[in-house]
């Protein structure tokens, strides 16, 4: 089957989070797509499942019968140098937990898209972090996303540093549920031939062929277990290097891009910083203009990388604030934020010594105003270093809760 | 069939699985390295966790001569569809993907997999060698354990007589499924279940083995009784699994 290449669209399109990644995943031309639907997801692989109807997209595309399936299908594939796209969601995520390992481990250059969505109990659909985040251990890159436009272009960019020789690490794109993946916004769909002279076929010596028979995915033992995960461990802290280089080589070719591993928004000489990720960070970069009209010196820190963690970046970053407030939309049971864990972790090794606070909120879908991330900065002015233990703050929590 | 009788059933120095670490008298590497022997190399193998791929590649030492590949345990068919994906999608010509997959990592926690790949009719065949237990971990009780079997989680006591459930009928489920073949063999009689692989070989999508294994170690029988061992099956599965192998095309 030959599959018409897309022009670029004159105008920007009107989709939404979920159609923008559609459309970087069918610009970045897989091979084989596994997925099984899951809310707020669907619409990825519904989008996908239409063009491939309609003969826009040349994909062999699996109807698997679970996420872990999924994932499944994609390492086997994935195998054989052919490049692979999924997307997921939450319980979904969690179901994949096994493959997510064996994905890295096999240095699977998959690229999936992950709807950040709350986990039950209790059942909720609506979104948080706390499923991409449980699983930060995973060997994954894990990306996050603001907006439809960067959704499209980071799709792109994933399968070009999930395949980077130096990296070969799967890559997980995560994307606020409902408030990212169902907001419509005008997004630029490039032309099908720019795209292919970005991201041109994937190519690995590093696969099961049938000129080369080889073993994958073997068994290790004790006396050569660690090296391979000491392996895994260097390439994926290179990806920080190359998810760089590869955004400003895209920012050359398309005329956008997005600033690496973290985007400090006024943080020069700042002396309250809130550190976000994902779309919240929109209102917080509104507020921090309000309070800066104000004459307060407040800053935003967004992280665009989980993992690998951009330590240096975030120290730099936050080498001038007084006071620096974590926000986002998780918890680690029994301790606190598992962002604010690792961005104190961070500081630890800072000069700076900055009195800390964690705000969690926006837990099962449950709106983050303006005036919440306002009272969040006027909490941190007054922040003090806090004893331990009581650094974390629930944002909105019901007085009867 | 003259390709099976072609085959030398004995050990060649061309063999497609050969300095592995199973025990003395393991059924599941005899049904592993005949199919293969009938595959040849052009061939993407798949083992999930458990005993081959314990014994078939323990990292440096790798006795596949073909490309083989560890799936998770309860993925060797999703793997595997995977893997026919990539090779449609790459446009592969002349090749064979097969999984070996124990009788738990088949008719328990793979069950879900191999049916969604059946359903897809997925260009594979998938070989449940069943030695009645999961002997990899040892010799626990598994789906296919028949009826009063005695293993290591269903033990024969004064409150227990070995395992409680039949065995489930794994051909059957499959065959259920509108399958493209399916087929039952052991190994004790060896050009049986070549003639079977070799069917499966031309076979248009889905290929089913059901192929009895005997295992030394954990049914506490000689390395030499394997191909003697009939299992401890009720009458319906000897049946199936014996001499006259019930082979059913749908």
Redesign the interface.
């Known amino acids: 089957m030959s599959v018409e290449a897309t022009a670029r669209q004159p105008q920007p399109l009107f989709m939404s989070g979920n159609e923008a990644v559609a459309w970087g995943a069918r610009l970045a031309r897989p091979h084989v797509i596994a997925a099984y639907p899951i809310t707020p997801q669907t619409v990825v692989i519904e989008r996908l499942a239409e063009w491939v109807a309609e003969g826009k997209l040349d994909t062999e595309f699996l109807h698997v019968e679970s996420e872990h399936s999924a994932l499944s299908a994609c390492m086997g594939a994935s195998a054989l140098g052919a490049r692979t796209f999924t997307a997921t969601s939450s319980q979904g995520l969690l179901y994949m937990a096994e493959c997510l390992q064996y994905a890295s481990g096999g240095r699977f250059p998959i690229v999936m898209m992950n709807a950040n969505r709350a986990l039950a109990l209790p059942w909720n659909i609506y979104g948080d972090q706390q499923d991409s985040l449980a699983v930060l251990s995973s060997g994954w890159i894990q990306i996050y996303i603001e907006d439809a436009q960067e959704a499209l272009d980071m799709t792109i960019q994933g399968f070009a540093i999930a395949e980077h020789a130096e990296v070969l690490t799967p890559v997980m794109l995560n994307l606020d549920g409902f408030v990212l993946t169902h907001t419509y916004e005008p997004v630029d769909v490039p032309a099908q031939a720019d795209v292919d002279a970005f991201l041109p076929p994937f190519r690995t010596p590093s696969k099961m062929s049938l000129e080369a028979p080889t073993s994958m995915g073997f068994t290790a033992g004790p006396a050569h277990y660690t090296e391979f995960k000491v392996q895994q461990h260097r390439a994926i802290l290179r990806a920080e290097r190359v998810a760089s280089e590869v955004d400003q080589e895209f920012g050359r070719r398309f005329g956008r891009s997005y600033g690496g591993a973290v985007v400090p928004y006024r943080c020069e000489g700042a002396d309250v910083v809130l550190v976000t990720l994902g779309s919240v960070a929109g209102i917080v970069r509104e507020t921090v203009d309000k309070l800066r009209a104000r004459g307060v010196a407040a800053g935003m820190l967004k992280l665009r990388l989980m993992r690998p963690f951009p330590e240096r970046e975030i120290v730099q970053a936050l080498s001038t604030a007084r006071f620096v407030g974590v926000l986002e939309k998780d918890v680690s049971f029994g301790y606190r934020g598992a962002v604010f864990s690792e961005v104190s972790s961070a500081l630890a090794g800072s000069a700076a010594r900055p009195a800390l606070l964690n705000f969690v909120a926006g837990l099962g879908g449950r709106d983050i105003s303006r005036n919440d991330v306002e009272q969040m900065f006027v909490e941190l002015q007054s922040a003090t270093v806090r004893p331990l233990g009581e650094q974390v703050r629930f944002v909105g929590v019901n007085s009867n809760g | 069939m003259a390709e099976a009788a072609r085959l030398k059933l004995a050990l060649s120095d061309d063999e497609p699985f050969l300095g592995h670490k199973a025990c003395a008298g393991c059924g599941g590497s005899l049904a592993v390295r005949l199919a293969l022997k009938v595959l040849g ?2 061939t ?1 193998v ?1 083992l999930p966790a458990g005993c081959m ?2 014994v078939g ?4 030492q ?1 006795a ?9 345990f ?2 060797t ?14 446009k ?1 010509r ?2 064979h993907v097969v999984g070996f997959a124990g009788d738990g990592g088949t008719a328990d926690i793979g069950l ?2 191999l ?2 790949a059946i ?2 009719h997925e260009n594979f065949i998938y070989i449940c060698y069943d030695n009645e237990a999961y002997m990899n971990t040892g010799v626990q009780k598994s789906g296919l354990t028949p009826f009063g079997a005695r293993t290591t989680t269903s033990p024969v006591g004064p409150h227990a007589a070995g395992a409680r459930s039949r065995k489930k009928d794994i051909f059957e489920i499959v065959a259920a499924h509108g399958i493209d073949y399916a087929a039952t063999a052991t190994v004790a009689h060896a050009h049986d279940y070549i003639r079977k692989v070799e069917r499966a070989r031309t076979t248009v999508g889905t290929s089913f083995l059901h192929v009895l294994a005997p295992c030394p170690t954990g049914w506490g029988i000689e390395t030499s009784e394997t191909l003697a061992a009939r299992g401890f099956s009720p009458c319906e599965q000897q049946t199936r699994l014996g001499a006259s192998a019930a082979c059913r095309m749908t």
């Open positions: 190399e052009r993407f798949v791929s314990a590649f323990l990292y440096p790798l596949f001569g073909c490309n083989a590949i560890i799936s998770t309860a993925g068919a999703s793997m595997m569809s995977g893997i026919a994906a990539a090779a449609r999608a790459l592969l002349d090749y879900q997999a049916s969604g359903d897809r």
